[in-house]
């Protein structure tokens, strides 16, 4: 039994090896001439030895605009967040909080990235379908899935007129 279950597998893979024309490429091989993108993502955030699972959606327009919709708990809808090269919105519907500011001074304050940064940063160098990123305490795991490349898409951030807005 045992060696028919081992000649199954030996045919198996070379059956589906013998195809010459498959290539693996990587979901992330257009990073460098892409226009616009969209996708989902999901992953971990990690502060010191805790973590925690997300998932969510991410579209960017290259030198322009990112948009990212995570979702942490039970599939729902955690943060939004919109970044620009002059302005960074980022909404907490989780503690109904919103925080806009000028992206000069979060490069300042807080020594964020700048927008073509952090979209070289979030799309890695091109070769994997995943990125792993670290900002002082903080790890994140980015996975990417349902790649789009170069279709326009839009980037819907509303604000309930109920949430507080705080200050980095």
Same mark, same amino acid.
């Given at each position: 039994?045992?060696?028919?279950?081992?000649?199954?597998?030996?045919?198996?893979?070379?059956?589906?090896?013998?195809?010459? +024309?498959?290539?693996?490429?990587?979901?992330?091989?257009?990073? +460098?001439?892409?226009?616009?993108?969209?996708?989902?993502?999901?992953?971990?955030?990690?502060?010191?030895?805790?973590?925690?699972?997300? =998932?969510?959606?991410?579209?960017?327009?290259?030198?322009? =605009?990112?948009?990212?919709?995570?979702?942490?708990?039970?599939?729902?809808?955690?943060? &939004?967040?919109?970044?620009?090269?002059?302005?960074?919105?980022?909404?907490?519907?989780?503690?109904?909080?919103?925080?806009?500011?000028?992206?000069?001074?979060?490069?300042?304050?807080?020594?964020?990235?700048?927008?073509?940064?952090?979209?070289?940063?979030?799309?890695?160098?091109? +070769?994997?379908?995943?990125?792993?990123?670290?900002?002082?305490?903080?790890?994140?795991?980015? &996975?990417?899935?349902?790649?789009?490349?170069?279709?326009? =898409?839009?980037?819907?951030?509303?604000?309930?007129?109920?949430?507080?807005?705080?200050?980095?």
């Amino acid at each position: 039994m045992i060696g028919v279950l081992l000649l199954a597998t030996v045919v198996l893979l070379l059956v589906s090896s013998c195809d010459s +024309t498959k290539k693996l490429v990587s979901p992330m091989a257009h990073v +460098t001439d892409y226009q616009w993108m969209a996708g989902k993502i999901n992953g971990e955030l990690g502060v010191g030895s805790d973590e925690w699972a997300f =998932t969510g959606n991410i579209r960017m327009r290259r030198d322009s =605009t990112i948009w990212i919709s995570v979702s942490a708990f039970w599939g729902m809808e955690s943060i &939004r967040a919109l970044v620009t090269p002059d302005s960074v919105v980022l909404v907490n519907r989780m503690n109904q909080t919103y925080l806009a500011e000028p992206m000069s001074n979060l490069v300042q304050t807080l020594q964020v990235p700048s927008l073509q940064e952090t979209q070289a940063l979030l799309l890695g160098d091109g +070769t994997a379908d995943h990125v792993a990123l670290q900002w002082g305490p903080y790890t994140v795991k980015i &996975r990417y899935s349902d790649l789009h490349w170069d279709e326009p =898409t839009s980037f819907p951030i509303k604000i309930n007129k109920n949430y507080e807005r705080v200050k980095p």
